[in-house]
């Protein structure tokens, strides 16, 4: 895994979101779970499940030195992505300048609705349909970073805060797992992860190919084009082949169908009838 697979999770509280992001780890690996309380009950879950733990409080130390201390150690655990999970301080612009474009937050609204606190009653007192979350990435800007996915819950009649909070809370849990992946795997690594989900795949290792049958059904190259077989519908009709550019904004639903296709069509007989996707 690359150094931006490594991840640190930043808490402040009890860690629900923590816990699914550990538990749900795909394409990343939880390199230090680190807080600004000692006490906060995420650590224990943490340390409790083997995981390397760190904390401060920059009570008494002051900011400054306080994120020196967290920056250390966040390279000392070989960290390379940091993801905020009810993290309840603002980094410094210094901070988050050093760490820039590799920070990630969870924020419980639908942003750009609601930055700061009290989302859920704000969202209620305003009359809203819907509530929901943000994944976003932390800039400068207090929760005013590009958005890199969103889930969406309904307010239902006569909720209270504490009600719409726990609806928004269970979609967090499903979604930043999910986001985080995305954001730090490279397009070979969702390729492969979405490959070898298939049945009875092989990677042949140092080739970037992916075999069924020892049939090669992707190619993946070193510029971020993948090679699958072609369909009646692609415009190049000179080969069995068909190159998909991956990159810039990449429409995965697609490329995990055609990556499903070109298995379907390298499949042996046996192997379609048992299911195939
Ligand atoms: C969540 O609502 C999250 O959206 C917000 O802080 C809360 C943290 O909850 N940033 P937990 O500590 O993950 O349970």
């Known amino acids: 895994m690359s150094n931006e697979q490594a991840v640190a999770?930043?808490?402040s509280g009890r860690g629900s979101n923590m816990i699914s992001l550990i538990e749900q780890a795909r394409g990343y690996r939880v390199a230090l779970v680190a807080s600004d309380?000692?006490?906060?009950?995420?650590?224990?879950?943490?340390a409790a499940h083997g995981l390397a733990t760190w904390s401060l409080s920059p009570k008494g130390i002051g900011k400054v030195a306080?994120?020196?201390r967290l920056d250390a150690a966040l390279?000392?655990?070989?960290?390379g992505t940091i993801a905020l999970a009810g993290y309840m301080r603002l980094l410094s612009d210094d901070f988050v300048a050093r760490w820039r474009g590799r920070i990630v937050n969870i924020h419980p609204s639908l942003l750009p609705l609601y930055k700061g606190l009290d989302t859920h009653a704000r969202a209620i007192a305003a009359g809203d349909a819907e509530a929901g979350c943000s994944v976003h990435v932390v800039t400068e800007?207090?929760?005013?970073?590009?958005?890199?996915?969103?889930?969406?819950v309904p307010i239902l009649p006569n909720d209270d805060a504490d009600e719409l909070a726990a609806r928004v809370l269970a979609a967090e849990h499903a979604?930043?797992?999910?986001?985080l992946s995305e954001f730090v795997m490279t397009p070979f690594d969702r390729v492969r992860d979405v490959a070898l989900t298939l049945p009875e795949t092989e990677e042949l290792i140092g080739k970037s190919?992916?075999?069924?049958?020892?049939?090669?059904?992707?190619?993946?190259?070193?510029?971020?084009?993948?090679?699958?077989?072609r369909v009646e519908d692609d415009v190049d009709g000179s080969t069995n082949w068909t190159s998909i550019d991956l990159t810039g904004d990449i429409d995965w639903v697609s490329v995990e169908d055609r990556i499903a296709r070109s298995w379907e069509l390298t499949a042996p007989a046996h192997l379609l009838e048992a299911g195939g996707r």
């Not at 309380?37 to 943490?46: D, I, M, Q, S």
């Not at 979604?175 to 986001?179: A, D, F, K």
């Not at 049958?213 to 070193?222: H, I, L, P, R, S």
């Open 175 to 179: 979604l930043y797992p999910r986001i």
């Open 37 to 46: 309380k000692p006490e906060a009950a995420g650590l224990v879950w943490a």
């Open 209 to 229: 190919v992916f075999t069924v049958a020892g049939e090669a059904f992707v190619k993946f190259d070193g510029d971020a084009t993948m090679t699958v077989r």
């Open 141 to 152: 800007e207090l929760d005013g970073g590009k958005v890199l996915g969103q889930s969406r």
């Open 75 to 79: 390279h000392a655990a070989g960290v």
């Open 9 to 11: 999770i930043l808490i």
């Open 66 to 68: 306080y994120e020196a």
